[in-house]
């Protein structure tokens, strides 16, 4: 099998406790220790300078590109963007991507073990916030060496992050991408999201989060991802990809369990999603992204833009839904109004919130020339 | 207390057995005998030519106008609409309103007897379509003595039943109002209504539908109720009712259990739902919606609307995104093409899907002058 792109890289992990005081959270609780998962991919210049820190989404995790073994099916989740040659061109930069605070994929999370009791933390882990997920990062690129970032780069929850890198860190950070994200939910986006940490707890498997040594919640969860996997499509891809088709032909229905296409996906799309994924993450981080609000936290976003030194490209998609066109120009608006450089552009693609995924071409060519652009034109 | 509009009304039943052979449904399976929860408004006129049919939508019930008693907090859910000198005027008009085949408020559906085991039909009970709903209601017409109605109205499920009326029983209906209604359901539609039925077969309680003499699956009905409550509503109604408001003062989020407005309404209206429904027949009522298909089954709406006399008001609103404005024109095209009187208009509105039970000015305006207007200009 030939490996395009960055080939075989090797998950690696991180472990810090503050000096034993702990790390503490924007709630005031404390974590003892934390440990983060991460990949890099391309090499570390000898003055530091071209590091860049890309973002998972909510569902994502640290293999953001390249294959773990020769034998895997498919490579990282922004493989068509990370490589030699590509958007984040691993010739020139070295990227890193690692797994959220409050995750399920190495990095500490609900489901990691409280060093007090010895179990899995469940419910008693603290609420996380995007300043949180951003904090902890910060402690990974001191640990890699790293001072000053050449770039941040996220789409979804993963642009909230580098927003909030941008903002909070403003002297270590050149560039800043922010794509098919928001600087706040709407009221819908915040609805989806409870319906979805609903139907999590609704299944009495949850037993109030404390589910580790016995039946996890897996038809909550999965009816919690099938909500979500609604809002991430848009109906004119759905309309395109399933239509009124029914999963086994046509012809009258007949039988109660009979299903539309769009029906069996959506069930798949849950079952799988199962397998590697911890319902309580689910609930902590959807809470993150909805309690995240840049100007409510800063008191407008003129106080929270005063001090960025990066310049910005925000990516919106005409089809998403989720995330839309409207709340990315309002970050643009307000960057703009704070005299900062930023670019905006609107993609027209079909496929939702989850162009950012699955529309390249024209992605990737912006956020090429952007990382090339000089800074402070 | 001063009841306005049509005051007390009484609900009523009929019930009837096709002469002991059963209702043949058009999956071919039969129904030994049927139940129908009625109600009417106004008087009959002696020659019989004053009713009006009105359908309910999805969670409905035969309750449209009045109230039970004097106590009722809530008249019928249409009663805007309905009384002496409102737009369906019970000074001129004899109206209608049943609860469908399938449905849980009075009429035969899941939860009812199966005669022959003396227990609940449950998953027994046969598919049924909107056609074998409005076939339903034929036999109630004949009942009344009716056989030629001034007009069918109704909004989303009640407008996919306004519809096949008027193609079904073409010389019966004179007019037809077909209210934020598809001739069928787009694919996201078809996944929102999935994945409740997906959340209510995900409660233990649910039981393959047999919980009658048990606990009701009540956790799941209730999200499913909430997914469904999220489609009813826009985007921009949601901002303005509940923002990003926290449901317990502001401030820094500390706790788990801290809500957004949004959230904990949501939940209100779960549990409330689950006091009145039974989640079967939100399982079969969503199968009848997502399997219409009146082009589809007519083999083209050239076919569909060839024969029918009735002259037609269909109306949109423009912040539904469940049964958008697109879905009613393509009725409104197709009925022009086939040379049928159709008037058309999408009304502004902010409030989703909803509008046809909360959008009342304009809509009361266009039914009445509709209703008022002679046939056969």
């Not at 070295?94 to 073990?113: A, D, E, H, K, Q």
């Not at 840049?294 to 998609?317: C, H, K, P």
Request: charged share 20%; glycine share 10%.
């Amino acid at each position: 099998m030939q490996l395009d792109g960055v080939g075989i890289v090797t998950p690696q992990q991180f472990s810090f406790d503050m000096g034993g005081e702990g790390f503490v959270l924007e709630s005031g609780d404390r974590l003892p220790d934390i440990t983060v998962q991460y990949e890099t991919y391309g090499e570390l210049a000898p003055n530091r300078d071209n590091g860049i820190l890309v973002f998972h989404a909510f569902s994502g995790d640290a293999h953001a590109a390249g294959y773990h073994t020769p034998e895997d099916r498919r490579p990282g989740w922004w493989d068509e963007l990370i490589g030699p040659g590509r958007a984040f061109d691993t010739n020139r930069y070295f990227v890193i991507c690692s797994n959220v605070l409050g995750g399920c994929r190495g990095t500490t999370g609900p489901g990691s073990i409280d060093p007090e009791t010895n179990r899995p933390w469940g419910l008693s882990f603290p609420l996380v916030t995007i300043a949180d997920m951003v904090r902890v990062q910060k402690e990974l690129i001191a640990h890699l060496g790293i001072d000053r970032l050449y770039a941040v780069a996220g789409g979804s929850m993963g642009g909230m992050q580098a927003l909030e890198w941008a903002v909070r860190f403003p002297s270590m950070v050149e560039r800043c991408i922010v794509i098919a994200a928001t600087s706040r939910l709407s009221a819908q986006g915040i609805a989806f999201n409870a319906v979805g940490r609903n139907a999590i707890m609704s299944d009495p498997n949850w037993n109030r989060g404390n589910y580790y040594d016995g039946e996890v919640p897996s038809r909550g969860l999965a009816v919690a991802r099938m909500i979500g996997h609604i809002t991430y499509l848009s109906s004119e891809s759905m309309r395109a990809k399933f239509g009124r088709r029914m999963q086994n032909g046509d012809g009258p229905v007949r039988a109660f369990d009979d299903q539309f296409a769009v029906e069996s996906y959506l069930e798949y799309q849950g079952e799988k999603f199962v397998e590697h994924f911890d319902a309580n993450t689910y609930i902590y981080l959807s809470k993150a992204m909805d309690h995240y609000d840049l100007a409510g936290e800063w008191d407008g976003f003129e106080n929270a833009f005063r001090d960025v030194q990066a310049s910005f490209l925000v990516l919106s998609y005409s089809s998403d839904w989720l995330f839309t066109t409207e709340q990315s120009k309002e970050i643009v608006y307000a960057l703009a109004r704070a005299g900062k450089e930023v670019s905006f552009n609107e993609i027209n693609s079909p496929y939702g919130h989850d162009s950012f995924l699955l529309e390249y071409s024209l992605q990737s060519e912006l956020i090429s020339a952007f990382l090339q652009g000089s800074r402070g034109r």
